[in-house]
């Protein structure tokens, strides 16, 4: 199957070099990756067997590994960091590592940390984890990556690596791809994106890791959205933040549109915001549906706290409008995965028949993972073992969908609305730690999800949790298109019949 490219494009597949394509929202990124792995083999002559695409998610990595067979490329190996370097320690060792299962790390946590919140984000608890760890000969998966790290013979000359999602590199898997040096590489991703700091990603020290590891860097860019249409780029770029050269995006759609909305009362913002989903929808009542109305699941409720926009879900319900609760579902989908896990590591069935038999929350999920793990039982371990609930997200629902800003990356819809930017959300200050330029960045994965229009909404106060916001409208949305709503005058009593 040929593949149709941008002259962008096409400059990523002639380039034999260390490479980072930065590739905006929507630019083709990964139809360019798979023209990539296309070209090495057909053009360069590299051999399937030495190319390795590696990614962060089980579920992006399925995914590749679904368009790269689509495209004849089956021999090429696609894999997540973690599980390359489960491969790397089961070639050495001639055994499969004995990893520890999520409830199994709390407990060990527990017994040497106590009730200390995040004890691995420091590094004298993470060493004394992970000598814990090494004393009983068990391994977590971020401990995986530096025992890889000391493997002899491995030897990565000719061999041509390519990473998705660079931006949402952490320190580990840094370390872990020194272990490549002999390799070339090819970086795909947008550090504009980059909202994982939590994980341990920092856009500066990752900028700083590839100038040190690959001076000769080259740098590319994919800058021609076929998502976002030109008025949401336009007010994309005032969320841009990265160490990087600045990139302004054309779009091959026109239009788009960009609206915010600020509100009196929270009950304001109910009634307006839940009158434009049934406006979107087309009517939820058959005599008022339109022609032009769009499916619920083509419509994202965004907030940076899900807290945010419990009230609005309650009254959609209410309203009749379908609702997909969207990370609910994925962690209720995680809780039967860790069920399953006990099964396939106790019971006498063939994995088979524990598949076949599997909840239909995780059976699609586990079918995929079994043919990605090429059908041994250690290996589908390792990847039962090494899921995220954000793996198990699905928005394919007929509902409208209901995320956190975090859980919408890599997804799209043809309208996303906002909700809660006031100062104190946006950025979120309520907290410690508060890293000021990613959340610049949350707002513009927020905004680039959308391939028609975008909303947001913000009232003059608003109850999350134990705080009380009512300092108003973000700082960062000034200057946006803003409609306000004043309230309603109150109804004129109606004149008893005895005072006449």
Known sequence: MELSLTQEQQEVLNTFQDTLVIAGPG????????AKVKHLIEKDYVSPEKILVLTYSLKTS??????????????????????????????????????????????????????????????????????????????????????????????????????????????????????????????????NQSIYGFRGANLKNLKAFWENFRPNLKILALSQSFRCPEEILKHAENFKSSPWAKITYTSVKKGGKVEGMFFEKTFQEKEVLTDLVKKLLGGLQLEQQTQ??????EIFVLARLKEVFQPLKETFIKAGIPVNLVEEEAKTAYETLQEFISEVQTSAFSVEDLIKKAHPKIKTYSENLWELSDQNKERFLGYLLSTHYSDLIEIDQE???????????????????????????????????????????????????????????????????????????????????????????????QSSLFSL
């Not at 630019?27 to 798979?34: A, E, F, M, N």
């Not at 760890?133 to 790290?149: H, I, M, P, T, V």
């Not at 032009?292 to 699941?297: A, M, Q, S, V, Y």
Request: hydrophobic share 35%; aromatic share 12%.
């Open 399 to 493: 509902g409208v969908n209901f995320l956190s800003i975090h859980a919408s990356k890599g997804l799209e819809a043809e309208v996303v609305i906002l909700v809660g930017v006031e100062q104190g959300l946006i950025p979120l200050t309520l907290f410690q730690d508060t890293d000021e330029e990613e959340e610049k960045r949350l707002i513009y994965v927020a905004i680039t999800r959308t391939k028609r229009e975008f909303y947001f909404s913000a009232v003059k106060e608003r109850k999350v949790y134990q705080f009380c916001l009512n300092s108003g409208l973000s700082p960062l949305f000034k200057g946006m298109p803003l409609k306000t709503f004043k309230p309603k005058p109150p109804k004129p009593k």
């Open 292 to 297: 032009e109305g769009l499916p619920p699941k």
């Open 62 to 191: 399925k995914e590749l590994k679904q368009r790269l067979i689509k495209h004849g490329l089956k021999h090429v190996k696609v894999d997540t960091f973690h599980g390359y370097a489960y491969d790397l320690w089961c070639q050495h060792h001639q055994k499969p590592p004995k990893l520890i299962t999520e409830q199994e790390k709390k407990e060990i946590l527990k017994k040497l940390f106590g009730k200390t919140k995040n004890p691995l984000k420091l590094p004298n608890h993470k060493l004394s984890f992970f000598e814990y760890l090494k004393k009983n000969q068990l391994l977590d998966f971020e401990l995986l990556l530096y025992e890889a790290l000391s493997l002899s013979n491995i030897n990565f000359a000719g061999y041509h690596v390519i990473i998705d999602e660079f931006q949402d590199l952490s320190e580990d898997i840094l370390k872990f791809l020194t272990l490549f040096n002999d390799a070339t590489f090819t970086l795909f991703g947008d550090p």
């Open 27 to 34: 630019t083709g990124k990964t139809y360019t990756l798979v």
